[in-house]
C-alpha cells in the first residue's frame, strides 16, 4: 500500500488479480485466438471483421496488448478503440453476439475467477462502445440489459 495516498500501488492490484483470477499473458492470448476463430465464423458479425482486417497476427498481437492493459493494468496498448470502431457497421445485435461469442470462448478457455474478470470488462467495453457509436450518430441511448448468455458466471469472483 503506498502510505502518502492511501491507494494501492499498482504492482499490489496486479498481483490481486493474478492471485484472484490466474490471468497471464498466454491466457490471453489463448482466448484472443481462440475468440477470433469463432468470431470470423459467425453469420453476423465474421464478415465485418473480415472486410476491415487484413494482417490478422498484427490485429491478434494488438488485441492481446489491449486485454493485457484491460484485464492487467499493463499499459501495452496504445490506442483508440472507439475511433477504430466509429466507421464500423455495429449496432446492438452486433455488440450482442460479440459478447455471447466472447462470453462462450471466456468460460472454455479460462478458470471461472477469470472469466468473469474478463466478462466484467468485455461488458463495460460493449457498452462505451455501444453508446460512442450511438452518440456519433447524434443518438441517446440508456445503458441497457445485455443478453444472459453473456451474463452467466459474471459473479464468479
Avoid: N
Avoid at 18 to 41: P, W
Amino acid at each position: 500500500m503506498d502510505m502518502t495516498s492511501g491507494a494501492p500501488d499498482r504492482q499490489q492490484v496486479v498481483a490481486d488479480i493474478i492471485a484472484r483470477t490466474g490471468i497471464d499473458e498466454q491466457m490471453i492470448e489463448r482466448l484472443v485466438r481462440s475468440f477470433y476463430e469463432r468470431a470470423r465464423r459467425d453469420p453476423l458479425i465474421g464478415a465485418i471483421f473480415e472486410s476491415r482486417i487484413h494482417d490478422w497476427e498484427g490485429h491478434i498481437s494488438r488485441l492481446c496488448a489491449f486485454w493485457s492493459s484491460v484485464a492487467l493494468m499493463s499499459g501495452r496498448y496504445h490506442g483508440q478503440p472507439m475511433v477504430a470502431h466509429l466507421p464500423l457497421p455495429v449496432d446492438t445485435p452486433q455488440f450482442d453476439r460479440w459478447l455471447e461469442i466472447f462470453a462462450e470462448t471466456a468460460r472454455q478457455v479460462c478458470p471461472p475467477a477469470a472469466a468473469a474478470h474478463f466478462l466484467e470488462r468485455a461488458h463495460r467495453i460493449a457498452d462505451s462502445l455501444e453508446m460512442g457509436i450511438a452518440a456519433q450518430k447524434g443518438e441517446i441511448r440508456p445503458r441497457r440489459a445485455r443478453p444472459e448468455a453473456s451474463m452467466r458466471g459474471m459473479q464468479a469472483r
